[in-house]
């Protein structure tokens, strides 16, 4: 199937990743200003996001479920308004404790009920299994270039305004996010064509399953991986940056590349996962991450390196999403994917809670990241190990086979 001839929720689907994701991959150039605003220290603002990436995973198995029996459009409305309302009242904060709240819980509620989640579990309902994994490839790059439009745009408003305005502009966006909605009503289309046999499961059954069977549950275990590497880089890499006494300009191109190099990215792990064993086309991801991040970490921190940096770490960013949820979808199929996959999502979270939170509490404790730095080059190669056992066989079977 070309991607010209998706059906429209799947596009409806990108533009929503685009605005939910290209805002949330910009906090990261947020850290100093604020901090600076309330006086902090970095671990403070890492908290907050911290605490957003949390909640973002915590919320990810309800709305999941609340997804899979009302469907995306009323949840993804919901999210959208708990982003917008989160963003504003992070800008007009007062104290830096109401950051817990806003920034923290309602916009880790806004990203999980706009984001891969929903967006997938709608996708996989409308097209072939044969094609998911390239579908959910388009869909997972829509968000780096959310993150390559976004983040220079938010530098452009932090330099001309103030990270205030920057954060109510953002709100705004939002609403765009509300009209798209109104076209993710999904019915499993791809289910029916393929006369499954989960048509008939229920929810506690597809539960139990998938808690019993081995491969689930390591898929969590590299998920958790991938989480803790894109926090703390999104997070962390502008402030260490700065550090090295390179410019704020370098710190956004830096990001700016891993988002524009993981629209191909994302697509090309997509079309791997489709053409080979999707558990081998992940080790071969977490290998190159290993690779990249050591030597980021050997070299001198310059200009060029951190622009080398940004477009190899963004080639496999989040190459992850596709191959980690085809996994769900081609091992449990599509009827409770939104639930199967939140809950793995759940998994990510917290690595992105630690990711986040780690880097600045490392920092402000050694007053350097380069512990958690190699923390991340170990962690990547072990991720690439916990794959190659996967069993990827489907469970439940076609009614006609």
């Known amino acids: 199937m070309s991607i010209f001839r998706f059906p429209l929720l799947v596009w409806m689907g990108i533009g929503t990743l685009i605005i939910s994701l290209g805002i949330r991959q910009s906090f990261g150039i947020f850290m100093m200003p604020i901090s600076m605003h309330f006086d902090t220290g970095r671990e403070f603002f890492s908290l907050a996001i911290a605490v957003q990436n949390l909640m973002f995973g915590a919320f990810q198995p309800f709305v999941g479920m609340a997804a899979d029996r009302w469907g995306a459009q009323k949840v993804m409305w919901t999210g959208a308004i708990a982003y917008a309302l989160g963003l504003y009242l992070t800008s007009i904060a007062l104290e830096p404790g109401w950051l817990y709240l806003s920034l ?40 780096s270039f959310g993150m390559f439009a976004v983040i220079p745009g938010a530098q452009y408003l932090l330099s001309e305004f103030n990270w205030q305005t920057a954060l109510q502009v953002f709100a705004m966006l939002c609403g765009l996010m509300m009209a798209f909605s109104c ?38 275990m590299g998920f958790f991986v991938c989480g803790f590497h894109v926090m703390f880089i999104a997070t962390h890499l502008p402030s260490y940056l700065a550090d090295k006494g390179l410019p704020a300009t370098t710190a ?15 697509y090309f792990w997509g079309v791997m996962g489709d053409k080979f064993s999707k558990r081998y086309v992940m080790c071969a991801l977490y290998l190159i991450r290993t690779l990249v991040i050591a030597g980021f970490v050997v070299l001198p921190v310059t200009t060029e390196t951190a622009a080398l940096f940004g477009g190899a770490i963004g080639f496999c960013w989040l190459g992850t999403v596709p191959l980690t949820s ?76």
């Open 104 to 143: 923290g819980t309602l916009v880790g509620l806004g990203l999980s009920a706009t984001s891969y989640v929903i967006v997938l579990g709608a996708v996989a309902k409308v097209v072939p299994a044969e094609h998911t994994a390239k579908a959910f490839g388009l869909t997972t790059a829509a968000g």
């Open 183 to 220: 076209f993710m009503n999904a019915k499993n289309t791809a289910a029916a064509n393929t006369a499954s046999a989960d048509n008939e499961l229920t929810l506690r059954q597809a539960l139990r399953d998938a808690f019993h069977h081995r491969g689930y549950w390591l898929i969590h």
């Open 252 to 266: 956004a191109m830096a990001l700016a590349y891993v988002g524009i190099f993981n629209i191909f990215g994302s």
């Open 326 to 401: 085809g996994l769900v979808r081609q091992i449990f199929g599509p009827r409770y994917m939104s639930t199967l996959y939140g809950l793995v999502f759940f998994t990510h979270q917290v690595g992105s809670f630690l990711g986040a939170w780690f880097g600045g509490r490392i920092y402000d404790y050694y007053g350097s990241y380069e512990p958690i730095w190699w923390t991340t080059v170990v962690l990547a190669f072990l991720a690439a190990l916990i794959h190659l056992p996967v069993n990827d066989k489907p469970i439940y079977q076609p009614a006609n086979a």
